[in-house]
């Protein structure tokens, strides 16, 4: 299932805007302004300005909150965006209600005393936006993420992601029987996106830092469901005359 664009010319416009620029204007923007998010229980408050919060919206991190500052807006980050953005891009600073900064180690152990399973969502997060995909919760379809090829206000989601772990016990027992495969693909058929899996192995049991990250070995898997219709030769008519 290829790409489906929004649009006559979403294609162009996409391809004369690659994601990696954004991103990269975004990180110079954000370091040049010595950025700082404020922690907020599980999620991480960014001010921007006026052209960090067209970078931001244009590279699809974080969603905008409504404030009553005109030349301010914030944005609300969830942990596995604010994390990138801070030990993988290194553009931004964390600081806590205290106003004290946390340095990688200290934000990791803030958010997998959390959200145990982190480390393999972080490492699924930023598999992907290191390719380029735009990586967006996948909540509403049952999924950990879902994946856009550009901005989504240019094209539809791809796929629809699932992050799994043997270490976690298959991230709580999903995927363990057929039935599960089942409905998942029927769901992801009925919202025409592909379901890709990654198998995110650990090969060290330490995951008390993010340097366990480089640990990990992803593999990734599309799976779709098979039509018999696919499988099938052309119906051939027979000619009465011929027998």
């Known amino acids: 299932m290829g790409p489906r664009w929004k649009g006559k010319g979403a294609e162009v416009k996409a391809l004369a805007d690659p994601i990696s620029e954004i991103v990269g204007q975004l990180q110079s923007s954000l370091i040049r302004s010595n950025s700082r998010g404020l922690l907020s229980g599980t999620n991480v408050l960014l001010k921007a300005d006026t052209e960090q919060t067209e970078l931001l919206n244009r590279?699809?991190?974080?969603?905008?909150?409504?404030?009553?500052?005109?030349?301010?807006?914030?944005?609300?980050?969830c942990m596995e965006e604010a994390f990138y953005l801070q030990y993988s891009l290194k553009c931004i600073k964390v600081v806590d209600h205290n106003d004290t900064e946390l340095n990688s180690d200290e934000l990791w152990k803030h958010i997998t005393s959390r959200k145990e399973n982190f480390p393999i969502l972080y490492k699924a997060f930023s598999h992907l936006r290191s390719k380029n995909w735009v990586v967006r919760s996948g909540s509403q379809y049952g999924v950990d993420f879902v994946?856009?090829?550009?901005?989504?206000?240019?094209?539809?989601?791809?796929?629809?992601?699932?992050?799994?772990?043997?270490q976690h016990g298959s991230a709580n027992g999903r995927l363990r029987v057929w039935s599960d495969f089942h409905c998942t693909l029927r769901l992801c058929g009925s919202v025409a996106k592909t379901l890709l899996i990654l198998d995110i192995e650990q090969q060290q049991s330490c995951?008390?830092?993010?340097?366990?990250?480089?640990?990990?070995?992803?593999?990734e898997r599309?799976?779709?469901?098979?039509?018999p219709e696919q499988g099938r030769e052309p119906k051939v008519r027979s000619d009465p005359s011929k027998k």
């Not at 206000?153 to 791809?158: C, F, G, I, K, T």
């Open 222 to 227: 599309t799976i779709t469901r098979w039509s």
């Open 147 to 166: 994946a856009y090829r550009h901005h989504p206000a240019l094209v539809h989601s791809e796929y629809a992601v699932l992050a799994l772990s043997s």
């Open 59 to 77: 590279a699809c991190f974080g969603r905008p909150r409504v404030t009553a500052e005109k030349n301010e807006q914030w944005f609300q980050l």
């Open 207 to 219: 995951a008390t830092s993010p340097s366990c990250l480089d640990n990990y070995v992803v593999e």
